[in-house]
């Protein structure tokens, strides 16, 4: 593919639903990053994958976030029983390997919790 | 933990002129990379420049250069020739430290306007 997407490009749900984020990288790129924008905020890591393995799961806020990747391309991100707080820009990247190779950004998705 | 610190929350910049944002960080390491991050409306992230620490030349890419302090731990951005499109937020980020330098820290961003 031409870059990494994302879907939905913004979604909208109720306090206490469960939503899924997904994020296709760019073929071939091995690892790819979750990370969080808030309002008026930087980016905030969530996680990082090697193939389908998370060796870094240290920056999801609680353990209603779990994300899994599978086939080595394709990730999804989970929030179960949403809260206000989670409303954000959810961002997605991936990058050959790891270390110091540039990071190749989503559009992200929109997340607001009413 | 590493910082990355933008002083600059916003800045403004005339068409046509040139523009430099602030970036400083904290790290032990010796050798690592440097990023700038651009981020316009549309949400996404683009790279803009990066500059690896072992080297001495400060790196450019077409109007966009860098001028890398590494002993006062500053990397700034300046902007040359200034246009509408460059308008966007600009973030600086910074690897972290041995085993998980796969990470990147961002800095809270510098909200540049390009006034025509």
């Known amino acids: 593919g031409a870059g990494v997407s994302q879907s939905p490009s913004n979604k909208v749900t109720e306090k206490g639903k469960d939503v899924e984020l997904r994020c296709d990288p760019i073929s071939g790129h091995t690892a790819l990053y979750w990370y969080r924008q808030s309002l008026g905020q930087g980016l905030e890591f969530l996680i990082y994958?090697?193939?389908?393995?998370?060796?870094?799961k240290s920056g999801l806020p609680s353990d209603r976030f779990s994300a899994e990747r599978t086939g080595g391309s394709v990730s999804t991100l989970t929030i179960q029983r949403t809260q206000q707080e989670d409303s954000a820009v959810y961002l997605c990247?991936?990058?050959?390997?790891?270390?110091?190779?540039?990071?190749?950004f989503g559009p992200g998705t929109r997340l607001t919790v009413l | 933990a590493q910082t990355v610190t933008q002083s600059q929350p916003e800045m403004s910049v005339q068409e046509a002129e040139t523009v430099t944002l602030s970036c400083t960080y904290d790290t032990s390491e010796s050798d690592y990379y440097l990023f700038w991050y651009k981020q316009p409306p549309s949400r996404q992230m683009i790279l803009v420049i990066r500059q690896e620490a072992y080297k001495q030349q400060n790196a450019t890419e077409n109007r966009f250069s860098v001028n890398f302090q590494k002993a006062a731990k500053s990397f700034s951005l300046k902007i040359s020739d200034s246009q509408l499109g460059d308008a966007a937020m600009y973030f600086c980020?910074?690897?972290?430290?041995?085993?998980?330098?796969?990470?990147?820290?961002f800095g809270k961003g510098t909200l540049l306007t390009v006034n025509p």
């Open positions: 980020a910074f690897p972290n430290s041995g085993g998980s330098n796969y990470k990147l820290t």
């Open positions: 994958f090697q193939g389908n393995s998370a060796p870094d």
């Open positions: 990247a991936s990058s050959l390997k790891g270390a110091y190779n540039e990071q190749f």
